[in-house]
């Protein structure tokens, strides 16, 4: 999909993103915790969403640092810079800005943070350039990209269900963005030193699969949803129902996600 249409896209998910399980807060803030603002410094969160990683770093650099969060989706933007002033978070400001051409000054933050967003961009390379450019030496970046997005019951039987509706539904359904990324060789190529590399696997439990259902409407899902004919979506919706159905348990529908974390460093800062 091209850069246009992904912030189209997530125009329509910015309203509700990411509910009941705040599956992206809580990797937001694994992300902030790996690249760990101290206080007083300036954070950039390029491609920032509702804030996944905005308020957590707002909080770590306190009110003598700033949190600037960018993104392509003018709803995405509205929506939090709502929640900015909603939370009273003075030290935050939200702005559109793509990601892969950053109108930041060279070297004006500590700390570069993007969630989640590098694996839906046409050109990566770019970003990841940017990203140096928008540090200071020695400033830090991370950055995360999904191994396997938040699935619930059984991931290979679920795969097979999106495949095999894809490809009756055509080659358009079918393209998938590039999970797994090398992300951390993302990083390196672009200049960064000392990347390092972490892999986690999460879990998070849906009310039922309603739930399930709902949130996987705010997130990339939905580029599939779209591309489906009305019948061959209700089709996939009741086949998935029923193969998530058995996998329910009294606590809810239990879900995973591995997720990918690269941290480098702008080379030239001090003792460097
Ligand atoms: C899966 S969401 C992740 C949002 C947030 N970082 C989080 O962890 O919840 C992907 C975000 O990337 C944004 N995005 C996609 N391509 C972008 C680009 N080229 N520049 C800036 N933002 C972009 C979307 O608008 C969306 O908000």
Redesign the pocket.
């Known amino acids: 999909m091209t850069?246009s249409a992904?912030?189209a896209?997530?125009?329509r998910?910015?309203d509700g993103?990411?509910p009941h399980v705040g599956h992206?807060?809580v990797?937001?803030r694994r992300?902030v915790d790996l690249v760990d603002p101290l206080p007083g410094e300036r954070v950039l969160?390029?491609?920032?969403?509702?804030?996944?990683?905005l308020f957590p770093a707002a909080e770590r650099v306190g009110p003598a640092g700033a949190v600037h969060g960018?993104?392509?989706?003018e709803?995405?933007v509205r929506q939090l810079a709502a929640d900015i002033a909603g939370r009273g978070t003075a030290n935050a400001t939200a702005a559109r800005?793509?990601?892969?051409a950053l109108t930041v000054a060279e070297g004006s933050y500590d700390r570069v943070?993007?969630?989640?967003?590098l694996f839906?961009?046409?050109d990566p390379g770019s970003?990841a350039r940017g990203f140096l450019r928008a540090l200071r030496p020695g400033g830090r970046c991370g950055v995360?990209v999904p191994v396997e997005q938040l699935m619930p019951g059984d991931r290979a039987a679920m795969s097979d269900l999106f495949r095999s509706v894809a490809l009756r539904a055509g080659p358009a359904a079918a393209r998938r963005p590039d999970f797994g990324m090398n992300a951390g060789g993302l990083l390196a190529e672009a200049g960064f030193t000392g990347v390092r590399v972490v892999e986690e696997e999460s879990a998070f439990v849906f009310a039922d699969t309603a739930a399930w259902w709902e949130w996987t409407w705010t997130?990339?899902f939905r580029a599939f949803y779209e591309r489906l004919p009305a019948d061959l979506l209700e089709e996939f919706r009741e086949r998935a129902f029923a193969l998530l159905e058995p996998a329910v348990t009294r606590e809810g529908l239990p879900a995973t996600a591995r997720t990918r974390f690269a941290v480098g460093t702008r080379p030239g800062g001090p003792g460097m």
């Open positions: 850069t992904w912030a896209l997530y125009d998910c910015a993103y990411d992206f807060a990797l937001g992300l969160d390029v491609a920032a969403g509702r804030g996944a990683c960018v993104d392509l989706s709803g995405m800005m793509d990601a892969q943070l993007c969630a989640f967003a839906l961009m046409p970003a995360s997130t990339g």
